[in-house]
Nanobody
Framework: QVQLEESGGGLVQPGESLTLSCTATGTDFNIYHLDWYRRNLKNQRELVARIGDGSDTIYGDSVKGRFTASRDDGKNSVYLQMNRLQPEDTGVYYC???????????????WGQGTRVTVSS
C-alpha cells in the first residue's frame, strides 16, 4: 500500500508560479489513479486535477489554462505546475490516490497530509 506526501507549498504573490510534488512510498503506485484536490478558503474541497492515462487529464474550471498536472511513474510522483496564481487559489492542496478498478475491492483510497499554498500580496 502506498503513502503519499505532498511538498512545494508556500507563500507567493499574485501572478507568480509554484510547483507542487506528491511522492508515493510503497510498491503499489502504478495501481492508483492520482488526483489533486484543494481545500479552499471557504473550507470547501475542490477537485483541481484528475490525472488520466495519456493526455486526458481533467481540470477544475477555475484552474483550466493555468495549472498543469503530470505524472512520473519512474519517480512514483505526480506534480502540479501552477501558473498565474491568484488569491482564490489559496488553500491546502492534497494528493489523492484512487485504486484502479481491478484493485478497488482490496485497496482503499489514499490521501496525503496536504501542503499549504498562500497567494497574497
Amino acid at each position: 500500500q502506498v503513502q503519499l506526501e505532498e511538498s512545494g507549498g508556500g507563500l507567493v504573490q499574485p501572478g507568480e508560479s509554484l510547483t507542487l510534488s506528491c511522492t508515493a512510498t510503497g510498491t503499489d503506485f502504478n495501481i492508483y489513479h492520482l488526483d489533486w484536490y484543494r481545500r479552499n478558503l471557504k473550507n470547501q474541497r475542490e477537485l483541481v486535477a484528475r490525472i488520466g492515462d495519456g493526455s486526458d487529464t481533467i481540470y477544475g474550471d477555475s484552474v483550466k489554462g493555468r495549472f498543469t498536472a503530470s505524472r512520473d511513474d519512474g519517480k512514483n510522483s505526480v506534480y502540479l505546475q501552477m501558473n498565474r496564481l491568484q488569491p482564490e487559489d489559496t488553500g491546502v492542496y492534497y494528493c489523492k490516490g484512487t485504486p484502479r478498478s481491478a484493485w478497488r475491492a482490496v485497496r482503499p483510497d489514499v490521501w496525503g497530509q496536504g501542503t499549504r499554498v498562500t497567494v497574497s500580496s
